[in-house]
C-alpha cells in the first residue's frame, strides 16, 4: 500500500500501524492532502487504517511535495500527496490481478483507438464471506465490507494536447447488532471524485488546466425499539 509506504519516509509520522492518518513534519493528520488528478480526497482510508482507498495497480507514481511556505499547494501546512494516474498510449492491453486473503483487485488498460486509452481498477472485499461467522456469537454480529473503483480515461487531442478524465469512488459498510440491547449500530462513509485535466505541452510553453468535484460523506446511525438515531455528514469541494 502506498500510503504505508509514505509512513517509513523521514519526517512522516503516525500514531500507529492501524491510524488512518499521517503527520509530516509534526504538521496534523488534517493538514495532509491526498489528491487524485489534482482533486483531493477527504478520508482515503478504511476501517481501522490498514488500507488505504488506492488501488496500487491503478496508479504509474506517487509523490509527497511538503508545502509549507510554497503558494502553489493547498492551504495545508503539512504535504501533498499525488497518485499519478497512468497515461499509457501503448497499443496493446494490460491486465492485473492481485489476490489477497481479505480483498481482490483487478486492473485493466485498453487502448480503445490511436486517440483514446481507458484504464479501470476494482477492489473489493470479501470479508463477511469468509470471516463473518467467526464475528458473531449468541448475541451480537459484526458486519463489514468495503471497495474501490477508479476509472481513467486518456485522449490525445493533439500533439500537443492531451485530456485525461478520472473518476473514483470508495465506500466502507459497518454494522453491529446486539440482540441483548436489540440495537444495531452502522458507521458508513465514502468518496466520490472527478475530474477532468488538459494539459498542453509544446516547445516554448506548458499549460494545466483542471477542474473537479470531490465529494466525503458519513453516516452514524443507532437504532433500538423505540428509538432511532441518525448523524449524517457531507463536504462537497468544486475547484
Request: glycine share 6%.
Amino acid at each position: 500500500d502506498a500510503v504505508r509506504y509514505l509512513k517509513m519516509m523521514p519526517g512522516v509520522t503516525t500514531s500507529s500501524d492501524y491510524a488512518s492518518g499521517i503527520s509530516i513534519d509534526g504538521a496534523a493528520f488534517s493538514h495532509t492532502t491526498y489528491r487524485i488528478g489534482d482533486a483531493p480526497v477527504f478520508f482515503p482510508y478504511h476501517f481501522g487504517g490498514i488500507f488505504s482507498t488506492f488501488n496500487n495497480s491503478h496508479f504509474s507514481s506517487t509523490t509527497l511535495d511538503r508545502t509549507c511556505g510554497k503558494g502553489k499547494g493547498p492551504n495545508m501546512i503539512g504535504a501533498s500527496i499525488d497518485f499519478i494516474t497512468p497515461t499509457d498510449t501503448d497499443s496493446s492491453t494490460h491486465a492485473s490481478l492481485n489476490v489477497g486473503i481479505v480483498n481482490s483487485g483487478m486492473s485493466i488498460s485498453i487502448p480503445v483507438n490511436r486517440k483514446l486509452w481507458l484504464s479501470a481498477s476494482a477492489r473489493l472485499s470479501y470479508l463477511n464471506l469468509l470471516y463473518g461467522n467467526l464475528l458473531e456469537d449468541n448475541e451480537t454480529k459484526t458486519r463489514y465490507d468495503f471497495h474501490d473503483v477508479n476509472i481513467t480515461a486518456n485522449y490525445i487531442a493533439s500533439d500537443a494536447d492531451r485530456l485525461t478524465i478520472n473518476l473514483f469512488r470508495n465506500a466502507d459498510r459497518l454494522k453491529y447488532t446486539n440482540d441483548d440491547y436489540a440495537m444495531t449500530t452502522a458507521m458508513n462513509w465514502h468518496n466520490n471524485l472527478a475530474s477532468l485535466q488538459w494539459l498542453h505541452k509544446s516547445s516554448h510553453i506548458e499549460w494545466k488546466q483542471n477542474a473537479y468535484v470531490s465529494n466525503f460523506g458519513s453516516l452514524l446511525s443507532l437504532e433500538m425499539l423505540d428509538f432511532i438515531f441518525s448523524m449524517p455528514s457531507i463536504v462537497t469541494r468544486i475547484g
